[in-house]
């Protein structure tokens, strides 16, 4: 009796053992297939090629230069593009970083170290050249719709530099992409009153 039972116990164990690997091995080919699919979608809408950081810098400082009226509808659109494209690849790195952070804010001695190191602030400068060209492209775009009375498309892109931008002008308005933007719809909607530019102590 007592070996029948020690067969079924193991009998049992083994059935355990096997099912528990099918679906281990189940759930890391799905995981497996998930991550190649979501690799695909990416391909797709970002292409398979990398963005060049110097040419588009290159690029912005060249249309930017010019007058507004002899800035080109299409250029500019492909800076956005581009500078959107290189900040989204960068926020990948980026987010990772500042996730764990958050994961650990109640661990001060781990988030010191890791703030501390020098790629945290390269990342966030990467990121912040590169959407302030990104919202900069933007805002010229909204002032060439402007000129050809294009009003509710010029108010649609003030408004994604407006949206995208940093909401506190740190740096002072005159370089503040978010308050440049913001006065230009306030002058389309006919709104009077001084805007927020930053806190001070």
């Known amino acids: ?38 690799r695909t979608k990416q391909l797709q809408e970002m292409g398979i090629l990398l963005p060049n950081a110097q040419d588009i810098i290159n690029l912005s400082d060249s249309e930017f230069g010019k007058q507004i009226e002899s800035q080109s509808e299409e250029v500019l659109l492909e800076i956005v593009k581009q500078s959107n494209h290189y900040a989204n690849l960068v926020s990948k790195i980026y987010n990772e970083y500042s996730d764990y952070i958050r994961d650990n804010s109640r661990y001060e001695f781990v988030t010191d170290e890791v703030n501390r190191s020098p790629l945290i602030n390269v990342l966030a400068e990467k990121d912040s050249v590169f959407k302030t060209i990104r919202n900069q492209a933007y805002i010229n775009l909204g002032r060439l719709a402007l000129a050809e009375g294009e009003d509710m498309k010029a108010f649609l892109l003030f408004n994604d530099a407006f949206r995208l931008s940093s909401f506190s002008c740190y740096e002072g ?9 913001e006065q230009y719809m306030k002058e389309l909607l006919g709104i009077e009153g001084e805007s927020y530019v930053h806190w001070k102590k």
Do not use: H, P, V, W
């Open 1 to 38: 009796m007592k070996d029948i039972l020690m067969k079924n116990l193991y009998a049992g164990l083994i059935s355990f053992l096997i099912t528990t690997a099918l679906c281990s091995t189940s759930i890391l080919a799905q995981n497996t297939n998930n991550l190649e699919q979501e």
């Open 173 to 181: 308005k005159d370089n503040c992409i978010r308050y440049t933007s």
